[in-house]
Nanobody, 129 residues
Framework: QVQLVESGGDSVQAGGSLRLTCEFSDYTFRRNGMAWFRQAPGKEREAVASISIVVWDVAINYADSVKDRFTISHDKAKNAMYLQMNSLSPEDAAMYYC????????????????????WGQGTQVTVSS
């Protein structure tokens, strides 16, 4: 059974940091490509960052709104993906979701919801001003 389980969401003050974790059951997810998305109330789900393996390298892409503040990474040994979030602002408050592709191959920056088949249940991030 496919599983993506997020954790690490919390309530922080503006300027603070959080580290989200996504643990996954299928090691091929890391190879095919994974991403973090977020969705605030009343808004569409939007990409935060994507990570995939391209030949022998790792391709990482960020949404402009989080570039230079967030860092996506994964741990091969633990079947886990992370999102380090620094300098958080109230605009970053949302439910954060982990997503994984079912197949590899090109998807550009891989920041579209349509690029991903598998989704976790989400972890809530709240940022107070």
């Amino acid at each position: 059974q496919v599983q993506l389980v997020e954790s690490g969401g919390d309530s922080v003050q503006a300027g603070g940091s959080l580290r989200l974790t996504c643990e996954f059951s299928d090691y091929t997810f890391r190879r095919n490509g994974m991403a973090w998305f977020r969705q605030a109330p009343g808004k569409e789900r939007e990409a935060v960052a994507s990570i995939s393996i391209v030949v022998w390298d790792v391709a990482i892409n960020y949404a402009d709104s989080v570039k230079d503040r967030f860092t996506i990474s994964h741990d091969k040994a633990k079947n886990a993906m992370y999102l380090q979030m620094n300098s958080l602002s109230p605009e970053d408050a949302a439910m954060y979701y982990c997503a994984a592709r079912s197949l590899g191959g090109g998807c550009g920056r891989c920041l579209s919801v349509y690029d991903y088949r598998y989704w976790g249940q989400g972890t809530q991030v709240t940022v107070s001003s």
